[in-house]
Nanobody, 124 residues
Framework: QVQLVESGGGSVQAGGSLRLSCKAF????????MGWFRQAPGKEREFVAA????????NTGDAVKGRFTMYRDNFENAVYLQMRSLKPEDTAVYYC?????????????????WGNGTLVTVSS
């Protein structure tokens, strides 16, 4: 079992930046792909970004491409999401997830473990 704990969410004005963190507890995640997903009120969960087990391969969702960067630090047993040029439509609860596979994926079904989420609110 692995527990994922997100942090770093908050309120920011449009154009601002935030960095989300996701720390894993209970086991190492250095053999697992990791992902970030988000869910806005009244909308379905959306893929944001993913990184392979060794950090050499990344996927990024179309809505955030060029603005968000995901990276991992296996020594810290953590992953991060650097968000820049934030827009009001980025407002959502952001969830970190750990995959059963090493390869990164946009498919939420690939992920076995999920954090409780951290809220990001972007005002115009």
């Amino acid at each position: 079992q692995v527990q994922l704990v997100e942090s770093g969410g908050g309120s920011v004005q449009a154009g601002g930046s935030l960095r989300l963190s996701c720390k894993a507890f209970g086991r190492t995640i250095d053999d697992a792909a990791m992902g970030w997903f988000r869910q806005a009120p009244g909308k379905e969960r959306e893929f944001v970004a993913a990184v392979s087990w060794n950090g050499r391969s990344n996927n990024t969702g179309d809505a955030v491409k060029g603005r968000f960067t995901m990276y991992r630090d296996n020594f810290e047993n953590a992953v991060y999401l650097q968000m820049r040029s934030l827009k009001p439509e980025d407002t959502a609860v952001y969830y970190c997830a750990a995959s059963r596979f090493r390869a990164s994926s946009f498919n939420s079904g690939s992920y076995d473990y999920w954090g409780n989420g951290t809220l990001v609110t972007v005002s115009s």
